[in-house]
């Protein structure tokens, strides 16, 4: 006998969820040798079946650090997973009907912050140029930048903010929660625990740390995550042509190293803005959130990414604050997509 109630175990969706491959061309060739076949999941609002005639606004949804596509059908405890979310939302006849992308862009770092690097692969160019024109080409969609939005969470709202400003081409919209910006907040503060992590526990060695990371469970050991995030920020955003990764301190002293530290500041959102000026200031719709007890200082982020963009004339910004840290924010999301909807909707 089939389960007909609600719960725990699964809510029908009223709109549809397709799994869709990727066979990436720009991905092929990595020096992670990470697949270049990779899941995307494209969901459909209720309705779209049965209109052939209409079309729809495209968000697209960017995950943090360690993400993988598969992961936005997880549950926690007592919550809806995000797909749920997103069904919720645009079941609700008060909210313009929209498709919903989910990117996969993992790598076996932990992620790519949605950029083209050396040491990562072509991850903008994959997302921009590949994933873009494939939903576009098998969806009916409005395939126009003021119909087309992106947002994201932590590195997923860090990858909304900078593919917003430099594809103004793609994207009239951006919806971030607690994206990685204002570098010296959110990143600086973390190189001491690197070192002394590596001096402490894997004799100063990346090399030695990798090899014990993957040796055993992941995040076994307390200091994993912030040893890793360092690496995976310098593969994104200072690497060299060779792919050859370039930490920005001294990983005896910590001693910052000006010139490379120079590299990651200009992949920060509030510096970005003043040199894509054009691009921020035409964007169509921008939401802003953060929580007050971020870890990582992001709502300090937050609160300076919005400045910038004041700063160049954009006035279609909405901005908050709420109480609470960096994780367990999932239920802010429909609030982002709501606004990206409600803008970009025809």
Known sequence: ????????????????????????????????RDPSRRPLLVYTPP????????????LYVLQGMTGQVDMWRNRTALRPTMIERVDQLFSDP???????????????????????SPATGQYHTYLCDEVVALVDSRYRTLAH??????????????????????RPD?????????????????????????????????????????QD????????????????NAWCMAACYSADLDGTVRLPFDLATGRLDEEVWGRWLAWDPVRLVARRAEAAAGLRAVYIDA????????????????????????????????????????????????????????
């Open 291 to 346: 929580g007050t007890r971020d870890e990582y200082f992001l709502d300090c982020g937050a609160q300076a990414y919005r400045d910038a963009l004041r700063a160049v004339g954009q006035e279609r910004v909405v901005f908050q604050l709420f109480e609470g840290g960096h994780g367990g924010s999932d239920h802010r999301y429909p609030l982002g997509l709501r606004h990206l909807a409600e803008r970009l909707a025809p």
């Open 1 to 32: 006998m089939e389960w007909e109630g609600p719960g725990p175990w699964g809510v029908p969706l009223r709109g549809a969820l397709d799994q869709v491959v990727v066979e990436s061309v720009a991905l092929a060739p990595n020096r992670l």
């Open 47 to 58: 309705g779209y079946a049965v209109e052939p005639e209409r079309r729809y606004a495209s």
């Open 145 to 166: 930048p003021d119909h087309r939005g992106i947002t994201g969470h932590s590195s997923g709202g860090y990858g909304a903010m900078v593919s917003s400003l430099l």
């Open 170 to 210: 793609l994207f009239g919209g951006v919806a971030t929660h607690a994206g990685d910006a204002c570098f010296e907040l959110c990143y600086l503060p973390e190189f001491p625990h690197v070192v002394r992590a590596l001096r402490t526990e894997h004799d100063g060695s990346y090399q030695r740390f990798f």
């Open 213 to 228: 990371f993957r040796a055993r469970p992941a995040f076994s050991r307390p200091t994993d995550g912030v040893l890793l």
């Open 94 to 116: 008060g909210v313009p009907p929209c498709l919903v992308v989910f990117v996969d862009c993992w790598t076996s770092l932990g992620g790519s912050q949605f950029l083209d």
